[in-house]
C-alpha cells in the first residue's frame, strides 16, 4: 500500500488544545502560492501508483470554490488507477454543498468532519469556532450527497462530565457515520496535562458503547462498522510507505536493507519558496530497530502484531512479562492489547523501547 498526504496548513483561528502544524494568519495571496508549490511539489508523483489519499490540516475545507478546485485537479493529474480511498478533512463551519459537490465530483470518497462535541459550551471550551447547528447542516449535505464519513470526537475533558460526552456519542451515532475517532483531551494532548493525574479516562465506557451501537474498534482511537476501517490510517500503523507533500508533511519509505523518513519543515513561507526542501532525514538501517518500531506502531490496531516479532527480537521475556502484568494477550500466533492494556499503551510502549 501506498498512501499520499497532502497538508494544508490554514484554520480560520487556533484551537485550544491544537498540537497539528497550521497558521491563522494568512491571505488569500499566500494560499495562492502554497498551492502552487503543492502543485509543483505533486507534479514528481505523477508515476506513482497510489492506493489511498488523505488531505488532511489545519482545515482543508477552508478553502474557497477555486482553490479546492485548483487543488483537487492538480491531484487529478496523478495516475490514480489503484485509488481506494480519498479522504477530505472538514470543519462544519467551513464547508457547504457546493465545496461538498466539488469534492464528490473529483472523486473524493470519504470525508472527515472535525465534530468534536454536539455541546457548545464544550465547543466553546475547546476554542472550536463552529456551532452545534453547523455540524447537523454539514451531515444533511454530506448524507444528501451520499458520502461516506467519519466523524472526530473529543472525551476526557477537564470540567466536562462524561453524560455530556455520553450524550454526544448518542447524538452522533443517530447520525450513523461510518467511523467515528475518540481521542482524549487530557491524555491525546500535552494541554492541561496537570488534570491528568486526578481524572478518570472514560475511554472504556466508551469502547463498549461504541460497540453496542455497532462500532468495532480497530484501533485505539478509532472504530468503525465492519468494512469501513481508514485504509489511509491503517498504512502508518503498520509502517507501510507514504509521502507527505506541504509543509510539516512527513514521508516514509520502506527499502530493501533500510527504511528512511524525512519532512518537510513546519514553515509555509519556506514551502512556498522550495517545495522539495526536506528536513530530519533519518535513514534506520538496524533490522531490529525496524522490528521494534513495527511492534510498537501495530500494537495500536486491535488485531496486534505477529508472535513472530517478538521471537525475532528475542524479548519473548518481556513477551511474558507484559501478558502477566494483564496488558498484553497472546492468541496463537499474534499479540495485542488486553482492554486494561489500552489504557497503557505508553507504557507497554515505553517499556518494549527501553528493554529491547
Ligand atoms: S481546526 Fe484542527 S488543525 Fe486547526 S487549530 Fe483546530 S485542531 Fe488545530
Avoid at 493529474?77 to 478533512?89: G, H, P, Q, R, S
Avoid at 472526530?152 to 470540567?159: A, C, E, G, R, S
Avoid at 481524572?199 to 484501533?219: A, C, P, T
Wanted: hydrophobic share 35%.
Amino acid at each position: 500500500m501506498l498512501g499520499l498526504y497532502i497538508h494544508i496548513p490554514f484554520c480560520k483561528s487556533k484551537c485550544k488544545y491544537c498540537g497539528f502544524f497550521s497558521i491563522s494568519n494568512f491571505d488569500t495571496d499566500i494560499v495562492k502560492n502554497y498551492l502552487h508549490a503543492i502543485e509543483k511539489e505533486l507534479s514528481v508523483y505523477t508515476d506513482y501508483l497510489f492506493d489511498t489519499i488523505y488531505i488532511g490540516g489545519g482545515t482543508p475545507s477552508v478553502l474557497d470554490y477555486d482553490e479546492l478546485e485548483n487543488l483537487l485537479k492538480a491531484i487529478q493529474k496523478l495516475n490514480l488507477k489503484k485509488l481506494k480511498e480519498f479522504t477530505f478533512e472538514a470543519n462544519p463551519e467551513s464547508i457547504d454543498e457546493t465545496k461538498i459537490k466539488i469534492l464528490k465530483d473529483c472523486g473524493v470518497s470519504r470525508i472527515s468532519i472535525g465534530v468534536q462535541s454536539l455541546d457548545n459550551n464544550v465547543l466553546q471550551f475547546l476554542g472550536r469556532i463552529h456551532q452545534v447547528k453547523d455540524v447537523y447542516t454539514c451531515i444533511y449535505f454530506l448524507k444528501k450527497h451520499n458520502f461516506n464519513f467519519n466523524v472526530d470526537v473529543i472525551f476526557d475533558i477537564p470540567t466536562v462530565s462524561y453524560k455530556k460526552i455520553y450524550n454526544t456519542l448518542t447524538k452522533l451515532c443517530d447520525l450513523n457515520p461510518n467511523h467515528i475517532s475518540a481521542y482524549s483531551y487530557s491524555y491525546d494532548t500535552a494541554f492541561l496535562s496537570e488534570y491528568k493525574g486526578d481524572m478518570k479516562s472514560h475511554l472504556i465506557e466508551i469502547v463498549d458503547f461504541l460497540k453496542d451501537r455497532g462500532y468495532h474498534r480497530y484501533e485505539i482511537s478509532n472504530f468503525a462498522k465492519k468494512g469501513y476501517e481508514s485504509l489511509h490510517n491503517i498504512t502508518y500503523w503498520k509502517m507501510g510507505d507514504f509521502i507527505g507533500v506541504g509543509a510539516a508533511a512527513h514521508s516514509m519509505k520502506n527499502l530493501k536493507n533500510c527504511r528512511v523518513r524525512y519532512s518537510h519543515p513546519a514553515e509555509v513561507k519556506r514551502y512556498i519558496e522550495n517545495s522539495f526542501c526536506f528536513d530530519n532525514i533519518e535513514i534506520i538501517r538496524d533490522e531490529k530497530e525496524i522490528l521494534l518500531e513495527n511492534l510498537v506502531f501495530g500494537l495500536r490496531l486491535t488485531s496486534g502484531v505477529e508472535l513472530e516479532i517478538f521471537k525475532k527480537l528475542d524479548i519473548l521475556d518481556l513477551l511474558s512479562y507484559l501478558i502477566k502484568k494483564g496488558y498484553l494477550e497472546n492468541n496463537e500466533d499474534r499479540v495485542c492489547l488486553t482492554k486494561k492494556g489500552t489504557l497503557f499503551l505508553d507504557y507497554v510502549q515505553e517499556y518494549l523501547y527501553s528493554n529491547s
